[in-house]
């Protein structure tokens, strides 16, 4: 996973540089207004802090639009570009018009890199650490402006600090950022198979996974382009066929699927279960509908996958760890060499492949997973290429078969081919997409499903309980069916998001769904407090004795105050490398049921230290070690997790203009809290400020509760579909 850890690091710089910012200009300002004499004009200095806000909240209502529409990558290019010119037009900056103008620069590019560096890292990471990628920009952006407000210390000890210096250095690590971005940082394999873009995004793949074996990934990738259909939860039993037969109840020989080992002839069988089970997708404690009425039922559906994954921890599937060696998963070389040469002479045949130049883009006859019917063919003899009948011979998509592939975090694609008569007598089929999930553990424990390298095959009496996800698939056409394909995969994906995103697709109940908590989230976030706290910080410090101790050691009211910052910012690092840890074992959801509760703690004993007199030092410690607590449960859970969710639950065709607008609810509660606080601070009081944001908190606590489910460890893709279903069954469910 190297591969994907080092993009999101490069593209976290971006944040790096947002930090470094937003600390810089706090400091520098205490000189500006002095330069220009702003003392007399709090309204234009304001203005100057503000400008950025500014900035930030007017590019954000394009930049999905525009990440949708160039892609990501550009787009993160762009913002270090604009990082850069900010910085030199800051360096120079003759009078405040021209400081103002590079503050705007500064926000257009804070504004695409908060927007678009969390999209970036959820697209291109794998699931089993999408969580602590994602968690990376907050690590950043706290690291940035630590070193900023180091920075800041150092020149204000000087004679004559220069704010113009403090605020062009930026144009340095812009230029770092600028050069990463250009060089090293890939196109997301997300939006290039909207593009219709296979053989970029297979090469992107295969660099960010290491390996070259990613056609199951390829697959699901564009499988994801098609969500909000028809889907069902079914379960299957999978074991040797004898042994299910025995003992449960099944549908009809016809509807089983066979899945393939590690070795010739080493195959087991999956049939649905027709009996009302107690065993599915859905949590035996909490069914499809809430029984309460108040937990949101998508909150248990994806908390019923949690409780049934016997490893979320595992790049390796729990379930099959060889599930689709028919696809060469883990073969050798000599496999592959032999599926080129088959791929090279196959051109006669109307078989496009990935392996013959560039113009796989173009025409995806091919499926994504012809590697996969070739592997097969070694195993089974060469089917008659070039019509229907070959695809249902073949036991990848035939009446007996599915492909299937591994796509992280227990998850594993496959498809079927279902047959049923028509009114005229003649057979009708079409392809179903199959979502698999391993819902408990095998019955027996002498031996695995499938066996490892070198094991013996499953015994008798075992099997695996799987619940499946079953739909449309985004591969399939009927129009088609009669154009010699080879396997599931059909149509150019590009044919799914021609049109592009409209405002109408928001409206569909999964989207509808996933913007409530998106949106929820960034307003609660912006009201919980980090702004008033932030800005009561060096008070409370002061309180504590910490400015006499400074300024005994002869240091200025200034310096002090930025060392005070840089410590308090220094703080937030460990616990945001905790959270980093905790983010894809606990989940976001428990960090954030468990992480809420200390927030509201800390907040209620600052309101009783502002109301009650204890005496100064008791209350300068209590204030001190709550104000330290809030900060580090904070960036543990309210801080990244609102930006990583928001990044996850949005289909790809309009993710980039779904998070534009979670973004720009994000800076607007931004601007409202900030410019608010002093005016709350004179009508209320500071007790009656930190109250409301304890208020704000336990309404947080009850929404994460009744409606943020838990996403940890599933792939985008499968977490989008049980936003669709889950968003629909709930509305059946209030309509009854």
């Keep these: 996973m190297s591969g994907a850890v080092l993009v999101a690091v490069a593209a976290a710089i971006g944040n790096l540089l947002q930090g470094w910012d937003n600390a810089t200009i706090a400091a ?36 999905g639009a525009i990440a949708d529409w160039l892609g990501r990558r550009p787009v993160l290019i762009i913002s270090s570009v604009l990082y850069f010119l900010s910085g030199i037009v800051m360096l120079w900056a003759p009078n405040v018009y021209i400081l103002l103008l590079a503050r705007l620069l500064d926000g257009f590019g804070i504004g695409l890199v908060v927007t678009l560096v969390p999209l970036y890292i959820s697209e291109t990471a794998p699931p089993e650490i999408r969580g602590s990628l994602n968690t990376l920009p907050q690590f950043t952006g706290s690291g940035g402006m630590f070193l900023s407000y180091c920075m800041v210390f150092g020149m204000s000890l000087t004679k004559s600090p220069s704010w113009r210096l403090m605020l062009g250095i930026l144009s340095i690590p812009s230029l770092v950022y600028f050069a990463l971005t250009v060089f090293f940082l890939p196109e997301s394999p997300r939006w290039l198979v909207s593009k219709g873009r296979m053989l970029e995004a297979k090469h992107v793949l295969q ?94 559906l994806f908390g019923s996958v949690h409780e049934k994954l016997p490893d979320t921890g595992s790049m390796r599937s729990m379930l099959f760890p060889h599930f689709g060696s028919m696809f060469s998963v883990g073969g050798n070389q ?28 173009d025409n995806l006859h091919s499926p994504l997973i012809s590697r996969q019917t070739t592997s097969l063919e070694k195993d089974l003899g060469p089917p008659p290429h070039g019509s229907l009948a070959s695809m249902r011979n073949n036991s990848l998509i035939g009446g007996e078969g599915a492909g299937s592939t591994g796509i992280g975090g227990g998850w594993q ?77 059909m149509i150019h994906p590009s044919a799914a998001t021609a049109k592009g995103p409209t405002w109408s697709d928001l409206f569909e109940p999964g989207v509808k ?41 002869g240091i200025s009211s200034a310096s002090a105050s930025l060392l005070i910052s840089a410590v308090t910012t220094l703080l937030m690092l460990p616990s945001i490398a ?74 790809t065709r309009v993710r980039g203009l779904c998070i534009a607008i979670c973004a720009f609810t ?43 489910p838990e996403t940890k460890g599933m792939p985008l893709e499968v977490i989008i579909e049980f936003f669709s279903v889950g968003a629909k069954q709930a509305a059946a469910a209030k309509n009854n």
């Excluded at 300002?29 to 806000?53: C, H, R, T």
């Excluded at 098609?226 to 549908?251: C, K, N, R």
């Design 334 to 361: 000599a496999r592959q060499e032999e599926w080129d040469e088959e791929s090279l002479a196959r051109e006669g045949d109307d078989y496009a492949s990935d392996a013959v130049g560039g113009d796989s883009d």
């Design 28 to 63: 520098s300002v205490l000189y500006i207004k002095k330069e220009f004499k702003l003392e007399s004009d709090p309204a234009v200095e304001g203005l100057i802090v503000a400008m950025s806000l500014i900035g930030a909240t007017l590019i954000t209502t394009c930049a």
């Design 666 to 708: 994000f800076w607007i509660g931004d601007i409202i809290v900030t410019y608010s606080l002093p005016v709350m601070l004179k009508s209320v009081g500071l007790g009656g400020v930190f109250g409301m944001y304890a208020v704000v908190c336990v309404i947080a606590f009850i929404f994460v509760f009744l409606k943020v």
């Design 413 to 489: 694609l496959a498809w079927k081919w279902s047959e049923r008569e028509g009114q005229d007598g003649h057979k009708e089929g079409g392809f179903k997409r199959i979502y698999l999930h391993q819902e408990g553990v095998p019955a027996s424990r002498r031996g695995s499903i499938v066996s490892v390298p070198g094991g013996d095959g499953p015994t008798d009496g075992e099997f695996i309980q799987a619940a499946a996800l079953v739909s449309q698939p985004a591969l399939y056409s009927k129009e088609l069916m009669n154009q010699h394909p080879v396997g599931p995969a």
């Design 513 to 553: 769904h996933a913007l409530v908590v998106g949106v929820g989230m960034q307003i609660l976030q912006q009201f919980a407090g980090i702004n008033g706290v932030l800005y009561y910080t060096p008070q409370i410090l002061e309180q504590a004795g910490v400015g006499v101790l400074l300024s005994n050691m």
């Design 578 to 651: 905790v959270a980093m840890r905790l983010m894809d074992i606990s989940g976001r959801r428990s960090l954030l049921l468990t992480t809420i509760p200390v927030l509201i703690a800390s907040l209620v004993i600052l309101v009783l230290g502002s109301l009650v007199d204890m005496g100064s030092v008791v209350n300068a410690s209590v204030s001190t070690v709550s104000v330290v607590l809030y900060f580090c449960f904070f960036v543990m859970g309210f801080g990244p997790i609102p930006n990583i969710l928001c990044a996850e639950i949005f289909p």
């Design 207 to 300: 660099r960010l996974r290491g390996r070259e074996d990613v056609s199951g990934e390829m697959a699901l990738l564009v499988e994801g382009l098609g969500v909000g259909g028809e889907t069902s939860f079914e379960e299957y039993i999978i074991g040797p066929a004898d042994d299910i037969a025995d003992d449960h109840d099944l549908s009809a020989e016809k509807d089983k699927i066979k899945l393939y080992g590690p070795e010739r002839g080493q195959s087991w069988v999956a049939r649905p279960v027709t009996d009302q089970s107690t065993i599915g997708l859905v949590s035996r404690h909490a069914s499809m509908v809430n029984q309460s009425g108040l937990v949101d039922p998508l909150v248990s």
